[in-house]
């Protein structure tokens, strides 16, 4: 895609990379406790309980988070292998 993109022409490549860019800083958002967005739960997890959350349990959100994040991401290497092994 990048390739087709760049060869358009550079607004089109500039226009491809913002797109990218801005899909990237979404997905950080999500409430993954590896992500961005977890840290952003802690942090109102803290100003509700007016205490922050225990060494333990940020330990078992960022394990958790990160079996999420990973098993997303070969369900994501198994879809793509699965449509270039169709082609």
């Not at 860019?21 to 979404?26: A, D, E, P, Q």
């Not at 952003?40 to 922050?52: D, F, H, N, T």
């Amino acid at each position: 895609v990048a390739t087709d993109s760049a060869r358009s022409g550079l607004e089109s490549y500039i226009s491809f990379l913002a797109l990218l860019s801005i899909s990237l800083g979404v997905l950080n958002l999500f409430p993954i406790p590896v992500l961005d967005g977890g840290h952003l739960v802690y942090y109102l997890i803290e100003m509700i309980k007016g205490s922050p959350v225990s060494e333990r349990a940020q330990m078992l959100g960022y394990q958790v988070g990160l079996v999420i994040l990973v098993g997303v991401m070969l369900l994501a290497f198994y879809n793509d292998i699965n449509r270039l092994a169709a082609n």
